[in-house]
Each structure stands twice: as C-alpha cells, then as structure tokens.
C-alpha cells in the first residue's frame, strides 16, 4: 500500500462526502460525539454495501487500510486537475 500524497487531506474530504451521502441516503444521522474512526468504518461499510468500492481483504480489513481505500476513493472523485491530486 502506498501513500498517497495528500493522503490526510483527501480522507479529510472523503469523511465530508461521505457524511453528506449517508445522511442524504437516510442511512445515517452523525452526531458532533461521534469519534472520526466510527465515521469511518460506517462509510466504508456503507459504500461497501452500495458497491461503490471493492470490500478489502479479510486480512486488510483493520483502520489503516480503510483510510486509506477511502482516500482512494476521494481521489477518484475529484477533477482532473484538483489540487489534491497533484
């Protein structure tokens, strides 16, 4: 695995987005307690389950690679161009 180079950034971004859609969805109303490595399994789970991306291996499946697969997926949504994925 490895990292990308605005990595911290763009989980930043994917956590917003992926707020967004769950709570638009209906899946999901996040509260301000709601610690950041819940928010990011729940969204993992979530765009999982709406095959949006690719589940990780039985192996992989720990905190830092679901950062890093939802970095990834950020990184997919963005513009060419973006200033994170420069």
Do not use: C
């Not at 819940?38 to 709406?50: A, N, T």
């Amino acid at each position: 695995m490895s990292k990308l180079k605005h990595e911290t950034e763009l989980l930043k971004e994917a956590l917003r987005v992926g707020m967004i859609y769950a709570e638009k969805r209906g899946a999901a109303k996040f509260e301000a307690s709601d610690s950041a490595n819940e928010k990011i399994e729940y969204i993992y789970k979530l765009l999982v389950h709406d095959k949006l991306i690719q589940p990780l291996a039985n192996e992989q499946h720990d905190m830092v690679h679901m950062k890093h697969k939802l970095a990834l997926w950020m990184a997919r949504q963005l513009p060419a161009g973006h200033r994170l994925l420069q």
